[in-house]
């Protein structure tokens, strides 16, 4: 399964709920503090059940939401690319279709609420589903009162021992008043928790690498990827017995050592060894992380990785978050992955960058993988499609736009940096004028400006000073750096610049 959509509402920032589309690689761009981050970590809570990175607690309930009374959190998923098949109760198996848990638009939501400032999950599923009072809520009915039903109605069902055989018996018998209705069926009460326990084993493996990662432990630890490797090694059961086997054996062979030494003592000083005993470690107390302690992984003259940069440290980390990702899926034997990665552009040079988001963009064609980043690289931003993009705006109320070519004033990537960071660079500025006067455009943008002078600087060495708009002077002094007559341009003046340029692409569409 994949996620197609979120909605959060009443979460940190995010008061009213929000509707954020996704694609196959989805990448939120906006000013610091705007909520990239929070997406990714309500979606760490809803698909670690708060026992992944992030737990959830009171701090996360919005203030303007508890302040008029409302404490509930709510996180909707939506998932399209079903599997044609399921198992939701016993070993019978189904459709979502046929069960009628898919949404008015034939998608699985399922909705998690934290009630009570956070702390308690309900689960439920926002379904088109039969309201008819005769086939309602069949799916909380245990197989003695769908047999009754079945029997009492005169319903045939060839298989009165399949509760999915019979659900659906009952379901077709009223096919022409089913009265469909999209509700939200809560699957964490009575027989419907099955429901649930079973759908998890379908649910997409969620894996966050965060952007402060490597500083949250505050130790080597995190740092050095090879000793989150020894953590999860020793985690593996097989491991665990034989560790325990040898940690038995060494203990039954210190305790005859112990004894034998003592027997030898009380032929020399029975009062002192009555008064000794051995003490020995119980096994289940044994460290064995420690014992791998030094491991590293190390580079030229034997420098370990924890000693390297924080852009080597990242990197490496970054891809053992990837390979751990991957090994946790084929362990669960889930059928989906999403990486959700913050800032992968932190602490690398831009040619790691370039690595990092053209492999990001290769897992993100598998049929398998989805992938979700934030990023406030400009450069990052530059190497997406359109498709990709969501741009977070607003302080109180939350807006996150799909980034559409045509709704642009200029289809550029250079203009969502624009939209996104608020400000951009030359190569933005040298669009924006080249299409206006592409357009036709240049003679009527010149006439509206306010004019400076720019001293021209001819091929003989002479120069002649010239009347330009802000925006030609700029352009000017970009293609020209050569000519040092002019005061350069500032920051401020080249963002003026692009935002006149664009405030007039705007009026003339």
């Known amino acids: 399964m994949k996620i197609t959509q979120v909605k959060i509402s009443n979460f940190r920032g995010y008061k009213d709920e929000t509707t954020i589309d996704f694609d196959n690689m989805t990448v939120f761009v906006g000013k610091n503090d705007v909520g990239k981050s929070t997406i990714l970590e309500a979606l760490d809570i809803f698909f670690n059940e708060n026992k992944g990175n992030i737990k959830m607690d009171k701090e996360d309930v919005n203030k303007y939401g508890q302040d008029n009374g409302n404490n509930d959190i709510r996180i909707s998923v939506i998932f399209d690319d079903l599997p044609s098949r399921i198992i939701i109760d016993s070993t019978n198996e189904t459709t979502l279709l046929d069960e009628y848990l898919l949404n008015c638009c034939g998608k699985l939501e399922v909705v998690k609420t934290y ?12 379904a088109s589903h039969p309201t008819n009072p005769n086939c309602a ?27 999915a055989v019979m659900r659906k018996a009952i379901w077709d018998h009223y096919s022409d008043d089913l009265q469909l209705e999209e509700v939200e069926i809560d699957v964490t009460k009575e027989d419907a928790k099955n429901i649930w326990e079973k759908l998890k084993n379908y649910m997409p493996l969620y894996s966050l690498f965060q952007s402060d990662r490597q500083n949250s432990d505050g130790d080597n630890e995190i740092q050095d990827p090879m000793k989150l490797a020894v953590q999860e090694i020793l985690k593996d059961l097989d491991i665990r017995k034989s560790l325990d086997e040898i940690a038995t054996k060494v203990d039954s062979k210190l305790k005859e050592v112990a004894d034998r030494t003592l027997e030898k003592l009380k032929e020399m000083n029975p009062e002192i060894a009555n008064s000794l005993s051995p003490v020995i470690p119980a096994t289940e107390s044994l460290k064995w992380a420690d014992v791998f302690k030094n491991v590293s992984i190390s580079g030229d003259e034997n420098i370990p990785i924890n000693k390297r940069g924080s852009g080597v440290k990242r990197l490496v980390l970054l891809n053992f978050f990837r390979a751990e990702a991957e090994r946790k899926k084929n362990e669960k034997n889930v059928p989906n992955i999403i990486y959700a990665i913050e800032e992968p552009e932190t602490s690398q040079h831009p040619h790691h960058q370039k690595m990092f988001i053209e492999a990001f963009i290769e897992l993100s064609e598998g049929h398998d993988t989805q992938v979700i980043m934030t990023t406030h690289s400009p450069e990052i931003v530059k190497m997406l499609n359109f498709k990709n993009l969501r741009l977070i705006q607003g302080i109180q109320i939350k807006e996150v736009v799909n980034i559409e070519e045509h709704n642009l004033p200029y289809p550029s990537l250079n203009e969502v940096n624009f939209l996104a960071f608020n400000e951009s660079d030359n190569d933005y500025h040298n669009e924006l004028y080249g299409y206006i006067e592409s357009e036709g455009w240049l003679p009527e943008f010149k006439s509206e400006k306010p004019e400076r002078f720019y001293i021209r600087l001819k091929k003989n060495g002479d120069t002649e000073n010239e009347q330009k708009v802000l925006s030609e002077y700029i352009r000017h002094q970009i293609h020209h750096p050569e000519n040092k007559h002019n005061a350069f341009f500032t920051n401020e003046e080249l963002q003026q610049s692009i935002n006149d340029m664009r405030k007039f692409i705007m009026a003339k569409k």
């Open 115 to 126: 009630t009570n400032l956070g702390k308690k999950e309900n689960v439920s599923l926002k």
């Open 137 to 163: 809520d069949l799916l909380l009915k245990k197989q003695r009162e769908l047999k009754s039903i079945l029997e009492e109605k005169s319903i045939p069902c060839d298989e009165m021992f399949k509760n």
